[in-house]
């Protein structure tokens, strides 16, 4: 959590769980530590698609499909989801969490790697919601760039890594240097590319949202 404890613990009164199955997946995930997104996060991806209305969302990271599922519920009529994920007991879980929903014609998983399968895309996406592994995200990115639309949205999870990404190289553990100095490249790149509008966010573990305002 990346503000004080009284605040976040104000918010989590006020703001509402989702409902229905979606809430059961919710409650049942956050119970037993899954990593989906946490609520505040699940409160501003429903504000920012409910005013987008995008027609193809692009995920890259699916885990047990909460976050498609509710991404799904703001799609014009036809709109679709394409999601990717690599990792068997999360696809399992997906697959059987888009069944109960009966969302099988909105949301297509592709299983595999991202870094192996996004250079292969050539569709182009409204809105983009990267929440994969975070030392592969400067990797992923022009890729992101790519296929996102002129006016599109690109949507980043987890990038301030509990604090972490504001100490110095010397002061983080060994062990996550490495994705401490790609996150750091990763933040510095979204925020001084010329084609994107930037905002880094403390919900959550940190949330960046580009705007791509002109053709790379």
Not at 93 to 113: A, T, Y
Not at 153 to 163: F, K, P, R, Y
Not at 174 to 183: D, F, N, P, S, Y
């Amino acid at each position: 959590m990346l503000t004080e404890n009284y605040l976040q613990d104000y918010l989590k009164e006020i703001l509402p769980m989702c409902g229905g199955i979606l809430g059961d997946i919710q409650k049942e995930s956050y119970k037993d530590n899954v990593p989906i997104i946490p609520n505040d996060v699940v409160r501003l991806l429903s504000f920012i698609l409910s005013v987008k209305r995008p027609e193809r969302i692009l995920e890259i990271g699916a885990a047990v499909g909460f976050s498609s599922a509710l991404m799904s519920k703001y799609l014009v009529y036809g709109g679709k989801i394409t999601t990717i994920d690599r990792f068997d007991i999360m696809i399992r879980h997906f697959k059987e969490n888009v069944r109960k929903m009966s969302l099988e014609d909105k949301i297509e998983l592709i299983e595999g790697d991202a870094c192996d399968i996004l250079p292969k895309l050539n569709d182009k996406f409204d809105v983009i919601f990267l929440d994969a592994a975070k030392g592969q995200y400067i990797q992923m990115l022009p890729h992101c760039l790519r296929l996102l639309e002129t006016g599109g949205i690109l949507i980043v999870d987890d990038v301030l890594q509990e604090g972490r990404i504001a100490k110095k190289r010397e002061d983080v553990p060994r062990r996550q240097r490495t994705i401490h100095t790609r996150m750091r490249n990763f933040l510095w790149e979204i925020t001084h590319n010329d084609a994107l509008e930037t905002a880094v966010l403390t919900i959550g573990d940190g949330v960046a949202l580009c705007h791509k305002i002109k053709d790379i």
